[in-house]
Protein backbone atom coordinates (compact mmCIF):
# COMPACT_ATOMS: atom_id res chain seq x y z
CA UNK A 1 0.00 0.00 0.00
CA UNK A 2 1.71 3.15 -1.00
CA UNK A 3 0.77 6.48 1.43
CA UNK A 4 -1.25 9.12 0.06
CA UNK A 5 -2.25 12.47 1.46
CA UNK A 6 -5.93 12.26 0.46
CA UNK A 7 -8.59 10.63 1.77
CA UNK A 8 -9.32 6.94 -0.36
CA UNK A 9 -12.64 6.88 -2.22
CA UNK A 10 -13.71 3.38 -3.85
CA UNK A 11 -16.53 3.21 -6.00
CA UNK A 12 -18.46 0.55 -5.79
CA UNK A 13 -21.04 -0.39 -8.52
CA UNK A 14 -23.95 -3.00 -7.84
CA UNK A 15 -25.12 -5.33 -10.71
CA UNK A 16 -27.44 -7.67 -11.27
CA UNK A 17 -30.91 -8.35 -12.66
CA UNK A 18 -34.04 -6.23 -11.56
CA UNK A 19 -35.99 -6.82 -8.81
CA UNK A 20 -32.92 -8.70 -7.13
CA UNK A 21 -32.32 -6.79 -4.07
CA UNK A 22 -29.42 -4.41 -5.05
CA UNK A 23 -30.96 -1.25 -3.93
CA UNK A 24 -32.30 -2.89 -0.38
CA UNK A 25 -28.60 -4.00 0.35
CA UNK A 26 -27.62 -1.09 -0.34
CA UNK A 27 -30.38 1.27 1.85
CA UNK A 28 -30.19 -1.57 4.14
CA UNK A 29 -26.19 -1.28 5.04
CA UNK A 30 -25.77 2.84 4.87
CA UNK A 31 -29.69 3.95 6.02
CA UNK A 32 -30.49 0.78 8.15
CA UNK A 33 -34.00 0.73 6.22
CA UNK A 34 -35.86 -2.08 4.59
CA UNK A 35 -39.12 -1.68 2.77
CA UNK A 36 -41.22 -4.63 1.02
CA UNK A 37 -42.26 -2.15 -0.90
CA UNK A 38 -39.04 -0.67 -2.77
CA UNK A 39 -39.72 1.19 -6.32
CA UNK A 40 -37.68 -0.32 -9.16
CA UNK A 41 -37.09 2.96 -10.48
CA UNK A 42 -36.43 5.10 -7.64
CA UNK A 43 -33.37 5.62 -5.13
CA UNK A 44 -31.30 5.74 -8.16
CA UNK A 45 -27.64 6.67 -8.56
CA UNK A 46 -25.48 7.43 -5.22
CA UNK A 47 -24.93 6.90 -1.41
CA UNK A 48 -22.09 6.71 0.65
CA UNK A 49 -21.00 5.13 3.72
CA UNK A 50 -17.73 6.25 5.97
CA UNK A 51 -15.71 3.18 7.42
CA UNK A 52 -12.02 2.86 9.11
CA UNK A 53 -10.60 -0.30 7.84
CA UNK A 54 -7.05 -1.05 9.91
CA UNK A 55 -7.27 2.65 10.87
CA UNK A 56 -7.32 4.14 7.31
CA UNK A 57 -10.59 6.32 6.85
CA UNK A 58 -12.28 5.38 3.54
CA UNK A 59 -15.16 6.54 1.76
CA UNK A 60 -17.22 3.51 -0.15
CA UNK A 61 -19.24 5.56 -2.77
CA UNK A 62 -21.63 2.88 -3.74
CA UNK A 63 -23.20 3.30 -7.46
CA UNK A 64 -27.44 2.16 -7.36
CA UNK A 65 -28.65 1.64 -10.57
CA UNK A 66 -31.69 3.49 -11.97
CA UNK A 67 -33.41 0.31 -13.36
CA UNK A 68 -31.99 0.31 -16.51
CA UNK A 69 -30.33 -2.87 -16.17
CA UNK A 70 -33.77 -4.36 -16.63
CA UNK A 71 -32.68 -3.51 -20.52
CA UNK A 72 -29.16 -4.64 -20.03
CA UNK A 73 -27.91 -1.37 -20.43
CA UNK A 74 -25.80 0.46 -17.99
CA UNK A 75 -23.63 2.15 -20.03
CA UNK A 76 -19.75 3.16 -19.31
CA UNK A 77 -19.95 5.74 -16.93
CA UNK A 78 -21.36 3.60 -14.87
CA UNK A 79 -18.67 1.18 -14.89
CA UNK A 80 -15.72 3.81 -15.42
CA UNK A 81 -13.34 3.70 -12.43
CA UNK A 82 -14.70 1.36 -10.51
CA UNK A 83 -13.00 0.00 -7.85
CA UNK A 84 -14.99 -2.68 -6.82
CA UNK A 85 -18.70 -4.70 -7.91
CA UNK A 86 -21.32 -5.95 -5.79
CA UNK A 87 -23.24 -8.90 -7.81
CA UNK A 88 -26.58 -9.87 -6.13
CA UNK A 89 -28.45 -12.39 -7.44
CA UNK A 90 -32.31 -13.86 -5.79
CA UNK A 91 -31.64 -17.37 -4.25
CA UNK A 92 -35.41 -17.68 -5.48
CA UNK A 93 -35.17 -16.65 -8.76
CA UNK A 94 -32.40 -18.87 -10.69
CA UNK A 95 -32.51 -17.15 -14.04
CA UNK A 96 -31.02 -14.08 -11.66
CA UNK A 97 -28.14 -16.69 -10.70
CA UNK A 98 -27.23 -17.76 -14.52
CA UNK A 99 -27.16 -14.01 -15.24
CA UNK A 100 -24.44 -13.13 -12.58
CA UNK A 101 -22.20 -14.65 -15.71
CA UNK A 102 -23.40 -12.07 -17.92
CA UNK A 103 -22.99 -9.36 -15.55
CA UNK A 104 -19.41 -10.58 -14.79
CA UNK A 105 -18.39 -10.60 -18.84
CA UNK A 106 -20.20 -7.44 -19.17
CA UNK A 107 -17.58 -6.30 -16.26
CA UNK A 108 -14.47 -7.87 -17.04
CA UNK A 109 -15.38 -6.08 -20.77
CA UNK A 110 -16.15 -2.92 -19.32
CA UNK A 111 -12.77 -2.57 -16.85
CA UNK A 112 -9.55 -0.59 -17.08
CA UNK A 113 -8.39 -2.33 -13.85
CA UNK A 114 -8.80 -5.58 -11.72
CA UNK A 115 -12.06 -5.03 -10.41
CA UNK A 116 -12.38 -6.56 -6.75
CA UNK A 117 -15.77 -8.59 -6.79
CA UNK A 118 -18.26 -9.96 -4.37
CA UNK A 119 -21.48 -12.25 -5.36
CA UNK A 120 -24.50 -11.72 -3.05
CA UNK A 121 -26.94 -14.35 -2.58
CA UNK A 122 -29.84 -12.34 -1.16
CA UNK A 123 -32.97 -12.64 -0.15
CA UNK A 124 -32.01 -16.12 2.38
CA UNK A 125 -35.06 -15.08 4.44
CA UNK A 126 -37.36 -16.51 2.25
CA UNK A 127 -36.40 -19.93 1.83
CA UNK A 128 -36.54 -21.96 4.72
CA UNK A 129 -34.70 -25.10 4.72
CA UNK A 130 -30.87 -24.40 4.93
CA UNK A 131 -30.87 -27.20 2.09
CA UNK A 132 -30.52 -24.72 -1.29
CA UNK A 133 -28.22 -25.56 -3.18
CA UNK A 134 -25.10 -23.25 -2.76
CA UNK A 135 -22.66 -25.56 -4.01
CA UNK A 136 -22.66 -24.27 -7.75
CA UNK A 137 -22.68 -20.52 -6.73
CA UNK A 138 -19.99 -21.02 -4.49
CA UNK A 139 -17.71 -22.41 -7.03
CA UNK A 140 -18.55 -20.02 -9.70
CA UNK A 141 -17.61 -17.66 -7.47
CA UNK A 142 -14.55 -18.95 -6.14
CA UNK A 143 -13.41 -19.45 -10.14
CA UNK A 144 -14.19 -15.99 -10.66
CA UNK A 145 -11.98 -14.86 -7.06
CA UNK A 146 -15.26 -13.51 -5.69
CA UNK A 147 -16.48 -13.51 -2.48
CA UNK A 148 -19.46 -15.34 -1.70
CA UNK A 149 -21.79 -14.45 0.75
CA UNK A 150 -25.43 -15.33 1.72
CA UNK A 151 -27.50 -11.84 2.33
CA UNK A 152 -31.21 -11.03 3.24
CA UNK A 153 -31.41 -7.13 2.79
CA UNK A 154 -34.53 -7.84 4.92
CA UNK A 155 -33.32 -8.84 8.25
CA UNK A 156 -29.15 -7.43 7.84
CA UNK A 157 -27.83 -11.14 7.30
CA UNK A 158 -24.78 -10.67 5.96
CA UNK A 159 -24.67 -7.32 4.70
CA UNK A 160 -21.92 -5.64 6.66
CA UNK A 161 -19.55 -8.63 5.86
CA UNK A 162 -20.01 -8.05 2.42
CA UNK A 163 -19.35 -4.48 2.29
CA UNK A 164 -16.46 -5.09 4.56
CA UNK A 165 -14.84 -7.58 2.52
CA UNK A 166 -15.00 -5.59 -0.48
CA UNK A 167 -13.38 -2.64 0.91
CA UNK A 168 -10.88 -4.69 2.90
CA UNK A 169 -9.92 -6.31 -0.64
CA UNK A 170 -9.76 -2.76 -2.49
CA UNK A 171 -7.47 -1.31 -0.13
CA UNK A 172 -5.16 -4.37 -0.31
CA UNK A 173 -4.86 -3.57 -3.87
CA UNK A 174 -4.29 0.36 -3.37
P1 LIG B 1 -33.34 -4.08 -7.32
O1 LIG B 1 -34.24 -3.90 -8.50
O2 LIG B 1 -32.29 -5.12 -7.57
O3 LIG B 1 -32.75 -2.79 -6.81
O4 LIG B 1 -34.24 -4.70 -6.15
P2 LIG B 1 -35.00 -3.92 -4.95
O5 LIG B 1 -34.04 -3.56 -3.88
O6 LIG B 1 -35.82 -2.84 -5.55
O7 LIG B 1 -35.91 -5.10 -4.38
C1 LIG B 1 -36.91 -5.72 -5.19
C2 LIG B 1 -37.96 -6.32 -4.27
O8 LIG B 1 -37.40 -7.37 -3.49
C3 LIG B 1 -38.55 -5.31 -3.28
O9 LIG B 1 -39.91 -5.61 -3.12
C4 LIG B 1 -37.80 -5.60 -2.00
O10 LIG B 1 -38.54 -5.26 -0.85
C5 LIG B 1 -37.56 -7.10 -2.11
N1 LIG B 1 -36.34 -7.55 -1.41
C6 LIG B 1 -35.09 -7.09 -1.59
N2 LIG B 1 -34.22 -7.73 -0.81
C7 LIG B 1 -34.93 -8.63 -0.10
C8 LIG B 1 -34.59 -9.61 0.91
O11 LIG B 1 -33.45 -9.82 1.30
N3 LIG B 1 -35.65 -10.36 1.39
C9 LIG B 1 -36.92 -10.19 0.96
N4 LIG B 1 -37.85 -10.96 1.52
N5 LIG B 1 -37.25 -9.29 0.03
C10 LIG B 1 -36.28 -8.52 -0.49
MG1 LIG C 1 -32.85 -0.90 -7.65
Known amino acids: MTARSSSLTFKLVLLGDGRVGK?????????NVFSDKQEATIQAAYLTKRLVIEGVPITLAVWDTAGQERFHALGPIYYRDADAALLVYDITN???????RKWVNELQQMASKPIVMAIAANKSDLVRSKKFDLQEAESYAASIGAGFFVTSAKFGTGIN????HIATRVLQLK
Open 23 to 31: TSLVLQYVN
Open 94 to 100: KDSFIRV
Open 161 to 164: EIFL
